[in-house]
């Protein structure tokens, strides 16, 4: 008689979250929701200061990140009306920050990219918020980062990932439009 056999069980997403307890979850969520709260309060000082908010930031950083990204591109992003991005990319464009191009294959493609002061202002901003990083992640052990990166990748939906990725690749050099 031949032995036959079966293939592991295979544990389904519902069946390891379920071994998580939840006040365990909760604990993260608490974590997540104080831990964005004072990550951003690092720029939020600055940007108070110059009459500026966190939509403007969000959106100097993705410009930062993808120079000669389309507003469409931004779009997906932000996950904001055009409306809303509309109104900051005219003040971030009003101030000096932000340069718009026309497409090059399209011509009613805008193509963003942040100007000097705009880089100078987004690596300020970016300064301040990797002071408090760099501290926890020291605080937190040689292995800390790699950890945090594996959670919040698994948060991130595909097309958030693939930003990530991109910029991780990409980040400061121009890209075919």
Not at 36 to 58: K, P, Q, S, W
Not at 146 to 152: I, N, R, S, T, Y
Not at 154 to 168: F, N, P, Q, Y
Request: aromatic share 6%; charged share 25%.
């Amino acid at each position: 008689m031949t032995d036959v056999m079966s293939p592991p069980a295979e544990t389904s997403p519902e069946t390891a979250y379920d071994a998580v307890p939840a006040s365990e979850i909760r604990l993260a969520q608490d974590l997540l929701f104080f831990g964005y709260r004072d990550f951003t309060n690092a720029a939020d000082v600055i940007l108070e200061e110059l009459g500026l908010g966190r939509a403007h930031h969000r959106a100097m950083h993705f410009i930062g990140r993808h120079p000669d990204i389309t507003v469409s591109e931004l779009l997906s992003i932000l996950r904001i009306t055009k409306q809303s991005l509309a109104r900051v990319l005219s003040d971030l464009v009003d101030r000096g920050y932000v340069a718009q191009t026309p497409g090059l294959g399209d011509r009613r493609q805008r193509l963003l990219r942040l100007t000097a002061p705009g880089e100078a202002l987004e690596q300020r901003l970016f300064d301040r918020q990797k002071t408090c990083l760099t501290e926890a992640f020291h605080a937190a052990g040689p292995t800390a980062l790699a950890g945090f990166c594996q959670v919040m990748r698994g948060i991130m939906d595909e097309s958030a990932r693939a930003w990530v990725d991109l910029g991780s690749r990409d980040a400061g050099k121009p890209h075919d439009r």
